[in-house]
C-alpha cells in the first residue's frame, strides 16, 4: 500500500531500521561492529581533526543544526565494515518540523561532477580516521593553526552545546580540504571499475535538519584541477559536430549558422544525410559549399537508406578528424558563446564519459531535457516541461550534474571512449533509445556522464511531413527496442546510481517526488 505523507513512510522505514540494527535484535554480523566512532559537529570538526589527540576509528561529520537518526551509527559501522575499500560515507537526510518529518533529501550516489558543483553530501558524512593523514601530513596540532585562546572557546562551546554555523571558510575547508582530498585520494575522480563506487553512500535517511535542507554552494570548479576551466586549453582540440539531417535545409542552415556565430573554438562540420529529395540536397550542398569557401570546414556525406540514427551518427564518426565528437541535432539553436568549450572541457576529463547541455522548449523558459534516469518502466526525462526559472530539486536543473543517459540531441564524447563503446548499435537501437544504450555502455565501461545545466540551448524538435513518417516508424520500433534496452542492460532496470531508489518510479512525473511505497 502507499504511505499517505512522508512522514508515515519515514516512521515505518525507521521502525525497520531500528529493528535491523538497534536493540535486542541487532546482534547480527551486519551490525556487531567493534570499530570504535566519534560525531562531531561542522563547528569543531577543523579543530577536532587537529587537535593531536588519538583518533576513532571512524568519525561521523554533522551539521550543528539537527540530530542524528537513532540508527545511523551503526549503519555506518555496518557500511564501512561490509566495504573495506571505502574511506568515505554520506547519507541522505529530512527536516523535522513541530515532530512531522518532512522535506526528504534522497540523494545520488557518489557524483563527482554535481560534487564539483555542489555539497550535495549535505549534513552528514563519515570518514575513515586513517585517512586522515591526507588531510594533515606530519599530525599538525590546531595549536600550529590557531591561537590557544580560540581554542578553548571552542571546546567551552562544544560542551555547551551552543550552535555556530559554520562560516564561509569552514564550510570551504570541510568541503575542499577534507571531503575533496579523501575523495580524489580514493579514486573519485578516476575512471571506475566495476559497479562500486569509490565513494560511499547510504540511501537511508541518517540525519533530521531542524531547517529545511539545503546544499551549501561553495564551487569548487574554479579553484579544483579536477574541473578547472580554460578557453585557452579548449583551443587545442579539434571538435567534429555530426549532424545527420534529411528534407531539413532550412533548419539545417539556422543550425549550422548559430554554430558559426557562436563557437569560439575549432571545430568541423559533418552533414549526414540518408535521402533527401533533390532540390533539399541541392540546398544543401549550396550551403555546405559555402561554409568551405570561408573559414570553415564542411563535409556532406549523402547516402539514400532507411532512417537509422545510429547508422548516420556512426559513418559522421568514421570520418571525423577530431579529438572529440559532438552528435546535434539540426533543430538545436544556440544563441550564446560558450556552449562548446564548456562541453569540450569537461568531456576532456580522463573519468567523463558522454557530456550534454540542457535544452529548452523554443521561444520559453521550459525545459525540454536535463537528463534521462532510469525508472522502472525504463528511461524518463526528468523535469520536462517544467519552469527553467524556478529550482528544482536542490538545484539540478542550475548545476552541472551526473546522469545515466543524455538526450542523443546534443551529445560530446572523446573519440577514444566512442570507439572503446564500439559507437552506436545500428542493429538493435535504429530508431530509439540510440542515445540511452550508447550512454550506459560508456557508463558501464567505468565513466561518468555529465550534463551541464548550468547552460543551455534551444531544440525546436519540429513536426513536418517527412518527420511524421520518421516518428511514425520510431513509434512503432519503440517497445521492440525498450525490450532490447532492457535486456542488453538487467542492471540498469529501473536500477540508476544518480537517481534514489526512494524516488518515484513513475515515467509520467517530471518532478523528484518520493515514491511513498511501503509494504502493507
Known amino acids: 500500500m502507499k504511505a499517505k505523507t512522508y512522514h508515515e513512510w519515514f516512521l515505518r522505514r525507521r521502525e525497520e531500521l531500528m ?51 537513532e540508527y545511523a551509527i551503526p549503519m555506518i559501522r555496518a557500511f564501512f565494515a561490509a566495504h573495506p575499500n571505502v574511506n568515505m560515507v554520506y547519507g541522505d537526510e529530512d527536516q523535522i518540523s513541530d515532530g512531522i518529518f518532512v522535506s526528504p533529501w534522497f540523494k545520488s550516489d557518489w557524483a563527482p561532477d554535481t560534487f564539483l558543483s555542489t555539497f550535495y553530501f549535505g549534513s552528514v558524512f563519515a570518514i575513515r580516521s586513517s585517512t586522515l593523514g591526507l588531510i594533515n601530513p606530519g599530525k599538525r596540532t590546531a595549536q600550529e593553526f590557531e591561537p590557544e585562546s580560540r581554542i578553548l572557546e571552542d571546546a567551552v562551546e562544544e560542551q555547551e552545546a551552543r550552535r555556530t554555523e559554520p562560516d564561509s571558510a569552514l564550510r570551504s575547508w570541510i568541503y ?12 573519485g575522480f578516476s575512471r571506475r571499475r566495476g559497479e562500486e563506487m569509490p565513494v560511499g553512500h547510504i540511501p537511508e535517511i541518517l540525519f533530521h535538519a531542524n531547517e529545511k535542507p539545503e546544499a551549501w554552494d561553495a564551487p569548487l570548479i574554479r579553484d579544483s584541477l579536477t574541473g578547472r576551466f580554460s578557453q585557452e586549453s579548449a583551443t587545442t582540440r579539434l571538435i567534429s559536430i555530426i549532424i545527420p539531417s534529411k528534407d531539413n535545409p532550412s ?15 575549432p571545430y568541423e562540420l559533418i552533414i549526414v544525410d540518408n535521402g ?16 568551405n569557401a570561408g573559414e570553415m570546414s564542411a563535409v556532406y556525406l549523402y547516402k539514400e537508406m532507411p532512417f537509422n ?9 568514421a570520418c571525423a578528424n577530431g579529438e572529440m565528437l559532438l552528435f546535434l541535432h539540426d533543430d538545436v539553436e544556440i544563441r ?28 520559453s523558459n521550459l525545459i525540454q531535457h536535463a537528463g534521462i534516469m532510469s525508472v522502472a518502466d525504463g528511461p524518463v526525462y526528468k523535469l ?64 561518468y556522464n555529465v550534463v551541464r545545466n548550468n ?16 516518428l511514425e516508424q520510431r513509434e512503432k520500433s519503440r517497445p521492440a527496442e525498450l525490450n532490447a534496452l532492457k535486456v542488453l542492460h538487467p542492471l540498469r532496470n529501473g536500477n540508476d546510481p544518480f537517481y534514489h531508489k526512494d524516488l518515484t518510479q513513475d515515467s509520467k512525473e517530471a518532478r523528484f517526488l518520493p515514491s511513498l511505497e511501503m509494504e502493507p
Open 19 to 69: 529493528a535491523r540494527f538497534t536493540g535486542e535484535n541487532a546482534g547480527t554480523s551486519e551490525t556487531d561492529q567493534s570499530a570504535s566512532v566519534e560525531v562531531v559537529r561542522f563547528s569543531h570538526l577543523k579543530n577536532f581533526i587537529l587537535s593531536g589527540e588519538n583518533q576513532p576509528d571512524i568519525l561521523i561529520a554533522c551539521d550543528d543544526d539537527g540530530e542524528l537518526t
Open 176 to 187: 575542499g580540504k577534507l571531503c575533496l582530498k579523501v575523495a580524489q585520494a580514493d579514486g
Open 251 to 265: 533548419l539545417l542552415e539556422r543550425c549550422l549558422r548559430s554554430i558559426i556565430t557562436y563557437a569560439k573554438v
Open 276 to 291: 533527401s529529395s533533390e532540390e533539399n540536397r541541392r540546398r544543401t550542398q549550396e550551403l555546405v559549399d559555402e561554409i
Open 309 to 317: 540514427m545510429a547508422r548516420m551518427n556512426n559513418m559522421g564518426a
Open 336 to 363: 550564446k558563446s560558450g556552449w562548446l568549450s564548456h562541453l569540450s572541457e569537461k568531456a576532456k576529463l580522463p573519468y567523463v564519459g558522454v557530456v550534454g547541455i540542457k535544452l529548452l522548449y523554443p521561444e
Open 384 to 447: 520536462q516541461y517544467k519552469s527553467n526559472g524556478e529550482t528544482w530539486y536542490h538545484g539540478f536543473n542550475k548545476g552541472v550534474r551526473n546522469v545515466l543517459a543524455l538526450s542523443g540531441a546534443c551529445m560530446m564524447v572523446r573519440s577514444e571512449v566512442f570507439a572503446e563503446a564500439g559507437g552506436f548499435d545500428e542493429e538493435h537501437f535504429p530508431d530509439c533509445y540510440t542515445n540511452v544504450d550508447f550512454c550506459y555502455r560508456v557508463y558501464e565501461n567505468g565513466y
Open 455 to 470: 547552460m543551455y540551448l534551444y531544440y525546436f524538435d519540429p513536426v513536418s511531413k517527412e518527420n511524421l513518417e520518421t
